[in-house]
């Protein structure tokens, strides 16, 4: 079946202006997870959510950033006013009720801000 | 505090070489570990995890707690193994993923 899929794949921005960041889970998955990865780094948690409830929202860096997921399937994380610092791969996982079991990634969204 | 370390950026081996990368992880309480690997243009994908006990292309992984450690070990490494790897925790209380910072490994023919 489809796996995650992320969109866009690729997103340029000006710094100032807000971006839209989208993530399709894999259908039937209950959990979904936002994170950042910089060059170099491994994947650094943002937020996740179960079903429309976001859980955890430890790892967002300051309130310009936030997500949701409305109806407990599409996911959105929003970034206000961008900044070069916020430059980035974005990936998105899916994972069918626990997370620790397996989390089933997207392609990611590389992020950068000019 | 919650950290995965993994100390080498690069490992360079010759194929049929043994492999070994490494993993140490702090968490105060029983984590569970994993190793996700993601190979050239390819998504973030698992290998193994520890609470399962297998063998996922001839890769092992054994928890040691009482050094921390989570290290991912191949006998003979192949061309094909030549990705990213990046060992990961969960703990009991949460479903969210620490990674470490990945090692590459390059097999060399």
């Known amino acids: 079946g489809a796996g995650v899929s992320q969109s866009p794949r690729y997103k340029v921005t000006k710094r100032g202006q807000d971006v839209a960041l989208r993530c399709d889970p894999i259908s039937g998955h209950v959990s979904l997870y936002w994170y950042r990865q910089a060059l170099g780094q491994g994947p650094e948690f943002l937020t996740y959510f179960n079903y429309e409830a976001q859980q955890d929202k430890s790892g967002l860096p300051n309130d310009r950033f936030s997500a949701e997921r409305p109806e407990g399937s599409i996911s959105t994380l929003t970034i206000q006013r961008t900044e070069q610092r916020d430059s980035a791969m974005y990936r998105c996982?899916?994972?069918?009720?626990?997370?620790?079991?397996?989390?089933?990634f997207g392609p990611g969204t590389r992020l950068t801000v000019t | 505090a919650q950290r995965v370390t993994q100390p080498e950026k690069l490992l360079s081996v010759f194929k049929g070489a043994p492999v070994e990368l490494k993993c140490n992880y702090s968490?105060?309480?029983?984590?569970?570990l994993f190793w996700y690997v993601q190979y050239s243009r390819q998504r973030l994908q698992l290998l193994l995890r520890h609470i399962s006990r297998e063998s996922i292309k001839g890769f092992t992984a054994d928890l040691n707690k009482g050094e921390t450690s989570f290290h991912l070990k191949k006998p003979f490494a192949q061309e094909e193994d030549s990705a990213m790897y990046y060992c990961?925790?969960?703990?009991?209380?949460?479903?969210?993923?620490?990674f470490g910072t990945g090692t590459r490994l390059q097999v060399f023919p």
């Open positions: 996982a899916s994972s069918s009720l626990r997370g620790r079991l397996e989390q089933y």
């Open positions: 968490y105060s309480g029983s984590p569970e």
């Open positions: 990961a925790l969960s703990g009991f209380d949460t479903d969210k993923l620490i």
